[in-house]
């Protein structure tokens, strides 16, 4: 489809569905070169609102917030959980007569427990406002033309439903629910045939197909996408330079959940603007009180707009740093300089020590930096004592580099250690796409991350 003509028919269809996407793209784009001072008032402004308007009209967060002070001291109050929405989906809903004006969308389920939520139109369309103003930071608009790999659902009914959904969109995706090189070659195809403005997808999708074209020789020349949009998943150095170099075009990351929508959108300097005028985000310790600025810790957010259905102080699970640079690209919306990952991705050591997951990814890094020979690769803690490292390898992966690694993992985590490296051909997704690159089996709730910003 042409690209003004779908940019008109997506501002006909948010018309019909009310949600207001241009008049809240307006307000967004005037906001973002705002002075720190004047966002920080909006936003300020749009938390007292929010927080006014729950406390007097939603049953549940007045009898959650009775004994406290929410306006004078908004750090004190209670979190809400991931726990908390399974438990009390319907009981969050500001007034009941509004559920037959929200609308019911699931989280795809990545850490294992997928949860359910509500969404009015209004946190639809700013949070759909806010990811076109990171678009349009990189030459992208509304109508661009989207190379889409997200997965498609297996029943024919949903399947031809996306389908319809991508036509209206502008977008195409992967023919099927696997990355065969049958089915990359097909999409790589398409790109080319349909000048695709740029691709959208999961981290590890994204660097599969890169991979992919690699190994076959191929490469998207003439600078003819103008990024990667990448997402949900946490994007390492080594993919991105991969992706870069075989797209040829930049990597754009953005940062965001089901639960809270966009958070960070990187702009063309590389640097996580927060949507100020959208969510408020706190980094917290383990206490649930504000770090200092510059230091690592568990981000809590808030939706500025989630009226019907509130979302505050979301514990999302995990591990942010702030900064308050400035960032040449002109931008003034505040900056997330380090997302790390969630706060169960923790390796325990027989010793009871607590390492982030993290820490595997640095070794990872200077392996594949020293001997090459990994494609991706996925841990499983199983056992206190037990660590898996599965592993798709190439050619060059030898006896010589996997006894570097396994040493090197010793040093780390103890001679205690019992590693086992498992070799797969291809790693088995979930239904809705994602990879996940660390896995534990332990409850680690009851550990204590006494060591985890040593790490970072």
């Not at 005037?30 to 007292?48: F, G, H, M």
């Not at 740093?321 to 997302?339: F, H």
């Not at 010793?351 to 990814?361: L, P, T």
Request: glycine share 6%; with cysteine.
């Amino acid at each position: 489809m042409n690209n003004s003509i779908a940019k008109y028919l997506f501002f006909f269809l948010e018309y019909l569905r009310q949600e207001d996407v241009r008049k809240y793209l307006a307000k967004l784009e005037s906001n973002q070169y705002l002075t720190r001072e004047e966002l920080s008032k909006i936003q300020r402004d749009k938390l007292v609102q929010l927080i006014k308007y729950v406390i007097k009209n939603n049953d549940y967060f007045k009898a959650k917030y009775d004994g406290y002070d929410p306006i004078a001291s908004f750090h004190t109050l209670p979190c809400m959980t991931k726990d908390e929405l399974r438990a009390h989906l319907n009981d969050i809903i500001t007034c009941a007569k509004n559920k037959k004006r929200l609308d019911l969308v699931k989280t795809s389920g990545s850490t294992g427990m997928p949860l359910m939520l509500y969404r009015d139109r209004i946190v639809f369309g700013y949070n759909l406002a806010a990811v076109y103003r990171g678009h349009r930071w990189h030459g992208l608009d509304i109508g661009s033309k989207e190379a889409m790999l997200w997965g498609i659902p297996v029943d024919w009914r949903n399947r031809l439903g996306v389908r319809f959904r991508d036509f209206l969109l502008n977008r195409f995706r992967e023919k099927k629910f696997n990355l065969e090189p049958s089915v990359l070659m097909d999409f790589y195809k398409k790109i080319i045939k349909k000048e695709a403005d740029y691709i959208y997808g999961y981290t590890s999708m994204v660097y599969e197909f890169a991979l992919f074209l690699k190994n076959m020789n191929l490469k998207i020349d003439n600078h003819m996408l103008k990024g990667a949009v990448c997402t949900a998943e946490t994007i390492y150095d080594y993919q991105r330079s991969v992706i870069e170099e075989v797209l040829g075009c930049k990597v754009i990351s953005e940062y965001g959940s089901t639960e809270t929508g966009i958070i960070t959108f990187e702009c063309k300097e590389g640097r996580h603007h927060v949507q100020d005028d959208c969510v408020y985000v706190e980094v917290v310790d383990d206490d649930n009180l504000p770090v200092p600025m510059g230091q690592t810790g568990k981000i809590l957010v808030t939706v500025l707009h989630s009226f019907s259905f509130p979302i505050i102080r979301y514990q999302l699970g995990d591990y942010v740093r702030m900064s308050d640079d400035t960032c040449p690209c002109g931008v003034n919306l505040s900056i997330i300089d380090q997302i790390v990952g969630r706060t169960n991705d923790i390796i325990v050591t027989p010793q009871g020590r607590c390492f982030h997951s993290i820490a595997i990814y640095y070794i990872m890094k200077e392996f594949i930096s020293k001997f090459g020979g990994i494609k991706q690769f996925k841990v499983r803690q199983t056992h206190i004592s037990k660590l898996e490292i599965h592993i798709i390898r190439t050619e060059s992966y030898n006896g010589i580099a996997e006894g570097w690694l396994l040493s090197n993992i010793k040093d780390l985590f103890g001679k205690e250690m019992s590693v086992n490296f498992i070799y797969h051909d291809s790693f088995q997704r979930s239904e809705s796409g994602k990879l996940r690159d660390f896995e534990s089996c332990l409850d680690t709730s009851n550990y204590l991350v006494e060591n985890f910003n040593r790490l970072l």
